[in-house]
C-alpha cells in the first residue's frame, strides 16, 4: 500500500523568509512523487514532480522540493516566501512499479500562511 | 485557469435525489479523473478514464457512476444521495494515459445535499 503524511496542518512564515512544507512517503517501489497548490475557491494547481533523476527539482513559481530515499521525504521549499503563496499545499505519491493503475494518493494538505 | 471546466459551480439538493456533474477536459486531453475533497476524507480519487475507457476505480461508492463520451467530456452520476456526499467533485484531466503524468483540475462543483 501507499501513504504519503503531511505531519502540519499549517505553516506560519513571515513574509521574505525561506520556507518548507513537510511530505514523507510510503510505498513498496520507488515513487513518483508530486506537489499540488490550492487556493481559496479554485482546483489543485500542479507545482513540480519527482520521476526521476536529479533529487533537487525545480517547479513553479519558484518553489522547489528535494527527494531523499534515505528519509523518504519530499519536502517543498521556497528560499523566500511571498504573502500570495498563502494557500493549501497537497503532497501526492504513487508507487513507480507497473503492476497496473496505481491511484495518486494524496496527503491531508498543509495550510500555509504567510504574514506579511 | 487550468483548461478544464465543470458544471454547474454549486449544487444544492435533497437526500434521495440524484445529480450529474460535467466535466469538459482540457483540449488534446484524452485522461479524466474524478476527485471527492471533503473535510473528513480529504482528496479521494474516485475514478479514471482514458479515451472513453474505464481505467481504474478508487473508493466510489456504487451509487456513483461515471463515463466519458466520445468529445471525451466525462460526466459524474451520483443517485440516493445522502448527507455524507455533500463535498467539492474535482475532475482533472492529462493528456495520456499515464499516472505519472500531472493532472490539470478544474475548479470543482461544491455539491450540498440536505
Known amino acids: 500500500a501507499q501513504s504519503v503524511a503531511q505531519p502540519e496542518d499549517q505553516v506560519n512564515v513571515a513574509e521574505g523568509n525561506p520556507l518548507t512544507v513537510k511530505c514523507t512517503y510510503s510505498?513498496?517501489?520507488?515513487?513518483?512523487l508530486f506537489w499540488y497548490v490550492q487556493y481559496p475557491n479554485r482546483g489543485l494547481q500542479f507545482l513540480l514532480k519527482?520521476?526521476?533523476?536529479?533529487?533537487l527539482v525545480k517547479g513553479s513559481y519558484g518553489f522547489e522540493a528535494e527527494f531523499n530515499k534515505s528519509q523518504t521525504s519530499f519536502h517543498l521549499k521556497k528560499p523566500s516566501a511571498l504573502v500570495s503563496d498563502s494557500a493549501l499545499y497537497f503532497c501526492a505519491v504513487r508507487d513507480r512499479r507497473n503492476t497496473g493503475f496505481q491511484k495518486l494518493v494524496f496527503g491531508t494538505g498543509t495550510r500555509l500562511l504567510v504574514s506579511p | 485557469d487550468s483548461g478544464v471546466t465543470q458544471t454547474p459551480k454549486h449544487l444544492i439538493t435533497a437526500t434521495g435525489q440524484r445529480v450529474t456533474l460535467r466535466c469538459s477536459p482540457r483540449s488534446g486531453d484524452l485522461s479524466v479523473y474524478w476527485y471527492q475533497q471533503s473535510l473528513d476524507q480529504g482528496l479521494q480519487f474516485l475514478i479514471h478514464y482514458y479515451n472513453g475507457e474505464e481505467r481504474a476505480k478508487g473508493n466510489i461508492l456504487e451509487r456513483f457512476s461515471a463515463q466519458q463520451f466520445p468529445d471525451l467530456h466525462s460526466e459524474l452520476n451520483l443517485s440516493s444521495l445522502e448527507l455524507g456526499d455533500s463535498a467539492l467533485y474535482f475532475c482533472a484531466s492529462s493528456p495520456g494515459p499515464r499516472d505519472m503524468d500531472e493532472q490539470y483540475f478544474g475548479p470543482g462543483t461544491r455539491l450540498t445535499v440536505t
Open positions: 510505498v513498496s517501489g520507488n515513487p513518483y
Open positions: 519527482y520521476i526521476t533523476g536529479d533529487n
